[in-house]
């Protein structure tokens, strides 16, 4: 079961003041949308379907759940809501649902294989035709031809005027006169695209949502119970959230070549510890490793009782060796050599020779 929810008021607010709009205004209907599901797809600024099965267990039945979305959004946003009506349509079909939201006001709800009753009788010019982009100052649309929304399917513009143009002279006026349209003859005539278009209609569309994919975030913090001040102790917290970090890392192909760490002190003060690398890297143990030698060679003044390490995120580094090149040291072990000769001599006394101008 699907539910969409469209909002004009969040449309005409996004697009009157679309130049100076407010970063957390852009996805409001998103944000909103995760207080339900945790599966969301954004597909316009004022348009979301939101992915409800299961969310009766929480929320009790699907009348229920989208009552409550309806009420929850007239709220304030301090209150968690957007502040104005909005439109909700439950379907068992995605686009059924976005269609049904953008078209019908109110709470409405489809029952599975009556899609093209509740749809049928929507002109053939609304079908898959976005408000959003129709009224999007970008796009200025000539009279008499509506902007098409072509994210979710992959037809061409033009094509899919043409298709509508070509139903308009066949006299296909409704989505059921289209959608009861022998299919081999739709084929021969329309092609592919017109297959996709009267599945569209008759509510029989088949596919997974776009979720919406959170910003990645490298940076974790945890607040200790109790002070720690010896090494061994605070070493256990930071390979905890090293791993973690590393982790996020690999997951989007990632590396980095600075690393920042954050210790809050019982005396409220903060000390700084900054690694910054010649090489990206993703190695846990190395991370903790040479932050284990930093913290000895510069020791907080005060016990430990927060931990927050955040990092830049770069693309890693490949390189291919040649046949005949000498095997080089690892960068990570490289690096740890020479943290462990920086604490033994110091950073001074550690470095590549040069030669001095002098006479001799």
């Known amino acids: 079961m699907f539910a969409c929810i469209y909002s004009q008021e969040i449309l005409e607010k996004v697009t009157l003041s679309l130049p100076g ?13 995760y207080a339900f599901s945790p599966l969301v797809e954004e597909t316009a600024t004022d348009t979301v379907v939101i992915d409800v099965t299961g969310c009766e267990l929480v929320f ?3 009348y229920e759940l989208a009552n409550q979305i309806a009420r929850q959004a007239k709220l304030s946003p301090t209150a968690g809501g957007l502040g104005c009506q909005v439109n909700v349509a439950l379907a068992a079909n995605p686009d059924a649902a976005i269609q049904a939201a953008q078209y019908f006001p109110g709470v409405t709800f489809i029952s599975p294989g009556e899609e093209l009753t509740a749809l049928g009788d929507l002109p053939i010019e609304k079908l898959w035709c976005s408000k959003s982009e129709a009224h999007s100052p970008k796009s ?14 992959t037809l061409d513009q033009r094509r899919m005027a043409e298709i509508i143009e070509t139903l308009r002279l066949w006299g296909v006026r409704t989505f059921r006169e289209f959608a009861e349209l022998p299919v081999a003859g739709v084929s021969e005539r329309l092609g592919q ?6 599945a569209l209609a008759a509510g029989k569309t088949t596919r997974h ?3 919406k994919q959170p910003a990645p975030v490298f940076k974790n913090a945890i607040e200790l119970e ?21 982790a996020s890392l690999h997951a989007y192909a990632l590396a980095t070549n600075a690393l920042q760490v954050e ?6 003060a ?45 693309k890693p580094r490949v390189l291919q060796s040649g046949l005949f090149i000498p095997l080089a040291p690892e960068p990570e072990k490289l690096e740890l050599v020479l943290a462990r000769l920086e604490k033994l001599v110091g950073p001074e006394n550690v470095g590549s020779p040069e030669l001095l101008d002098t006479h001799r």
């Open 263 to 268: 210790l809050k002190l019982e005396t409220g």
């Open 193 to 198: 695209d017109g297959l996709k278009l009267q």
């Open 209 to 211: 949502l776009r979720l």
């Open 226 to 246: 109790y002070p720690i001040a010896q090494l061994e102790a605070l070493s256990f917290i930071l390979a905890r959230l090293l791993n973690q970090i590393c």
């Open 60 to 62: 009790g039945s699907a």
């Open 21 to 33: 709009l407010a970063e957390s205004e852009v996805g409001a209907c998103a944000q909103f949308a």
């Open 270 to 314: 903060r000390h700084e510890l900054k690694l910054n690398l010649p090489y990206p890297m993703r190695d846990h143990k190395v991370f903790l490793k040479l932050l284990l030698l930093d913290t000895e060679t510069h020791p907080p003044p005060a016990a430990v009782v927060g931990i927050t390490i955040n990092c830049e995120p770069v």
């Open 140 to 153: 200025k649309p000539k009279a008499g031809k509506p902007t098409w929304n072509i994210e979710h399917e």
